[in-house]
Each structure stands twice: as C-alpha cells, then as structure tokens.
C-alpha cells in the first residue's frame, strides 16, 4: 500500500527511534517502566460497551498485560484487511487467543463488517490514526488530533459503537500531546516489546525466531494484517499460538 511504500526503512529507524526514546525516558528496562505503567494506572474499568462513555485513563505508554507475568499481548496493525484479518480471526479462535486490533481509519470506514467480527470475538480495538502518517510527532497539535480523534469516531462508527481501547500512533510516533490526548479519551497509549518486523517479510521462520528470542523484552508482541502479502505473519502465528500456550502463557490484553 501506497502509505507503507518506500518509507519502511526509514519506518524501522523511527520505530528504533522511539524505542530508544522510551527506554531513556525510563531511565530502566522495559520490565521496569510496566511496572511503573501499571502503578499509575487507574483502576480498571469495566469494558466499554456499545454507548459508554470515555473515561480517562493513563497517559503513560503501556507494555505490561493485565494477564500479569505470564500473558502475552498479541497486537495486530493496519487494517482490517478483507484477506489477512478473517484469517487472523480463525487462528485467534483455533487457540483461544485474544488480541487487540489497531486499526486504521479509513480500513475501519471501508469494512464495517470486519470491525463488528473482530469486537464479536472478544477482541479489543485500538485507535491507529487516520492515515498511518509515521512522521504525525513532528506535525501541529491540529493535525494529531484531527488523526486521532477522527480515528476515533470512523473506528467506533464501524463497530456499532464499541470504542477503542489504546491508541498506537504509527511506527510509534507519539507525542506528549498526543498520548495526553488519547489518554483523555479513554485510549491508553499502546507501545510494543517485541516488533516482529512481519511488515518486512523477513519470512516465518525468522517472524517466529524473533518473538522466541525477544519475548524476555516484555509482553506485547507486534504484528501486521494488512499492508501487503501477509502469508508469514498467518503462518508464524500459526506456529507461535500453540508455542506459547506450551510455554505457559496466557493471551490477554494490554494494562489500561
Ligand atoms: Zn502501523
């Protein structure tokens, strides 16, 4: 897709970028800043069914599972999608993993259906902008919350009114505002452990290498279901679903 095109090296160096940010913003690992995430954050409250107000919740970038030590959060971006993500949902059954969709805006206006499969089955949504523009941190305060709150209203539209959950700015730019923001309408701020890199199809052997290898960084896994060809992402899920279950983990959902 036109909006992922020539960027996505450049995408990997924000990503990396971001992350960096974020472990100095700590000042301490990852596992130590959920801890600080989950301290600060209020408490939980009941999912947002269809009508519900927005209540504030934290602002802080959130890692940890509300599974606690041992849950796993599967987190899948960009779409939805009318091939990858009826398949995503069909394995996510298979194994009785839940997950969080952040979906696009205008992926979320274009497939309505799709967006009402995905709440159907449990699984929660997040607000991903309006037009996946990975450099939105260095554009005005208008136009980020043009991306988020429109976002919002196409993504809740879709669904029937279900709200979003998180918000994930994409390739991970956000921006005090903008987490501020989300935060106020009842979006966490969602960021990542481990990036599986499936948006570059480093093939499914390395897909599922990566989250074997990275799972120590923390809870919340990265993966993509729209986008391009998205054959590896389907088939590593297929082999870390049951991988992880034989581990111990449970699937869960991230902190609020
Ligand atoms: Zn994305």
Redesign the pocket.
């Known amino acids: 897709m036109a909006r992922h095109g020539g960027g996505r090296g450049w995408y990997g160096k924000v990503v990396g970028a971001a992350l960096g940010v974020m472990l100095l913003a700590t000042g301490a690992s990852v596992w130590t800043a959920q801890a600080g995430d989950t301290d600060d954050a209020p408490p939980k409250a009941s999912a947002p069914g269809k009508g519900a107000a927005a209540k504030p919740v934290s602002a802080a970038i959130a890692h940890a599972s509300e599974q606690g030590k041992r849950g796993v959060n599967i987190t899948i ?2 779409g939805p999608d009318l091939k990858w993500t009826p398949q995503m949902l069909d394995l996510l059954r298979q194994y009785g993993a839940k997950a969080t969709f ?1 979906m696009v805006g205008t992926q979320a206006q274009a497939h309505p259906d799709l967006v009402k499969k995905v709440v159907a089955a449990g699984h929660r949504l997040c607000d ?1 902008s309006v037009s ?1 523009n990975t450099a939105m941190d260095k554009d005005s305060q208008a136009y980020q919350s043009k991306q988020i709150l429109d976002a919002e209203r196409m993504i809740t539209k879709a669904s029937g009114g279900v709200r979003p959950m998180y918000y994930r700015a ?2 991970g730019a956000f921006t005090p505002y903008s987490r501020k923001l989300a935060a106020s309408r009842g979006m966490r701020p969602l960021g990542w452990n481990v990036d599986t890199k499936d948006f570059e199809r480093p093939g499914t052997d390395a897909i599922v290498a990566t989250v074997q290898r990275e799972l120590p960084n923390g809870p919340t896994l990265l993966f993509h279901d729209a986008g391009g060809d998205r054959t590896q992402t389907v088939e590593a899920l297929r082999r870390l679903l049951p991988w992880l279950k034989a581990q111990g983990y449970t699937f869960g959902f991230p902190v609020r």
Request: hydrophobic residues 0%; contains cysteine; aromatic residues 0%.
């Open positions: 971006d960009d952040c991903h996946h994409p390739g």
